[in-house]
């Protein structure tokens, strides 16, 4: 079906922040704030002020960021526009796009560093940075990608998208909230994040306790067991998704059981930590290397200056 220039599908995603994985503190602030926005209209006339609210949510690949879209979504009762800025032709189309949606709605721009050239050729390694998470390679391959077509075909530009998000505030008259999401936030133009666009900046993280107790309420409908001290542990010494998490709590045959995927988190876990601890090792050697070549470098050029 057609509306406007958007098409709809039924929105039916059964996530809720019930079953989101987080922290129960800032999923309460967060809750709190949404249910703050929508009694807002008084309060956002008083001020003058375009009654909208912006979200950016950031952080690595599985961690929740669509997840926690559709638990807005379902918990405010509203729609979602899901906008493909690289399939937008140009700053006019977006304009317009962005002017078709209705009130009571979450504009979503998902992967928003894949979209535009927001972010500086590539993304910067941080010093510390050795070695990146596989996941995240591949994303920021996907990224390139996806933004060089985006470059390749001229189409939306920062400006035109920032121009379209003020237009779209100053135009709407009912409550709408717009979301970004992104796995390389460092990287992202200001301007574009800045607060008054994206009010609201929210990092999604790897999973903890906390987190992973939702899970297995969810997946294995559990609220306690023997090894949820050595899971514990595990999740503080390591960084695992909730994706990667969910993933093993997931009952695959007939004989499985909360015992057995269990073991098979702490199994999987403590793979991950081995890993990790493998990592580190290497980076140490490579520093230590590096020092040692830098020590006989000075040397070299203390006898040169000798001779
Ligand atoms: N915080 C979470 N709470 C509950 N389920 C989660 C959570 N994070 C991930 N999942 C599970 O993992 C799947 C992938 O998560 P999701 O797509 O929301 O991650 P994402 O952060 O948007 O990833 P990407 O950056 O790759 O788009 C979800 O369908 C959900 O089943």
């Known amino acids: 079906m057609r509306e406007g220039r958007w098409s709809t599908v039924p929105f039916n995603h059964p996530a809720t922040f019930e079953t989101l994985a987080m922290d129960p503190e800032k999923k309460e602030s967060i809750k709190k704030d949404l249910i703050k926005f929508t009694k807002g209209k008084d309060y956002y006339n008083k001020i003058g002020k375009a009654w909208k609210r912006g979200y950016l949510l950031y952080?690595?690949?599985?961690?929740?960021?669509?997840?926690i879209i559709?638990?807005?979504?379902?918990?405010?009762?509203?729609?979602?526009?899901?906008?493909?800025?690289?399939?937008?032709?140009?700053?006019?189309?977006?304009?317009?796009?962005?002017?078709?949606?209705?009130?009571?709605?979450?504009?979503?721009?998902?992967?928003?560093?894949?979209?535009?050239?927001?972010?500086g050729q590539r993304r910067k390694k941080k010093d510390d940075e050795e070695e990146e998470d596989d996941e995240l390679k591949k994303k920021e391959a996907e990224m390139l990608l996806k933004r060089e077509k985006a470059l390749r075909e001229d189409?939306?530009?920062?400006?035109?998208?920032?121009?379209?998000?003020?237009?779209?505030?100053?135009?709407?008259?009912?409550?709408?909230?717009?979301?970004?999401?992104?796995?390389?936030?460092?990287?992202?133009?200001?301007?574009?994040?800045?607060?008054?666009?994206?009010?609201?900046?929210?990092?999604?993280?790897?999973?903890?306790?906390?987190?992973?107790?939702?899970?297995?309420?969810?997946?294995?409908?559990?609220?306690?067991?023997?090894?949820?001290?050595?899971?514990?542990?595990?999740?503080?010494?390591?960084?695992?998704?909730?994706?990667?998490?969910?993933?093993?709590?997931?009952?695959?045959?007939?004989?499985d059981n909360a015992n057995v995927c269990l073991k098979q988190l702490v199994e999987s876990l403590e793979e991950e930590k081995k890993k990790k601890a493998e990592k580190e090792a290497r980076k140490k050697k490579k520093k230590a290397e590096e020092e040692e070549k830098k020590e006989k470098l000075k040397g070299t050029k203390e006898n040169g200056k000798e001779i």
Do not use: Q
Not at 91 to 119: P, Y
Not at 160 to 173: K, Q, T
Not at 199 to 221: G, P, Q, T
């Open 155 to 255: 189409n939306v530009t920062l400006s035109g998208l920032l121009n379209a998000i003020d237009g779209l505030w100053s135009a709407c008259s009912g409550e709408k909230i717009i979301v970004f999401t992104t796995n390389f936030v460092d990287n992202l133009d200001p301007a574009l994040i800045r607060r008054g666009r994206m009010d609201n900046h929210i990092e999604m993280s790897y999973c903890r306790f906390e987190a992973f107790k939702v899970l297995a309420k969810n997946y294995l409908d559990i609220e306690s067991h023997d090894l949820y001290g050595e899971i514990e542990r595990l999740l503080e010494e390591t960084d695992m998704s909730p994706a990667d998490v969910a993933e093993n709590l997931m009952l695959k045959s007939d004989e």
């Open 70 to 119: 559709s638990a807005m979504a379902n918990f405010l009762n509203y729609d979602v526009y899901d906008l493909e800025l690289t399939s937008v032709r140009s700053n006019l189309e977006l304009k317009g796009l962005m002017l078709d949606t209705k009130a009571k709605s979450i504009v979503v721009i998902e992967d928003i560093d894949c979209s535009l050239d927001l972010t």
């Open 59 to 67: 952080g690595p690949p599985g961690t929740g960021k669509s997840t």
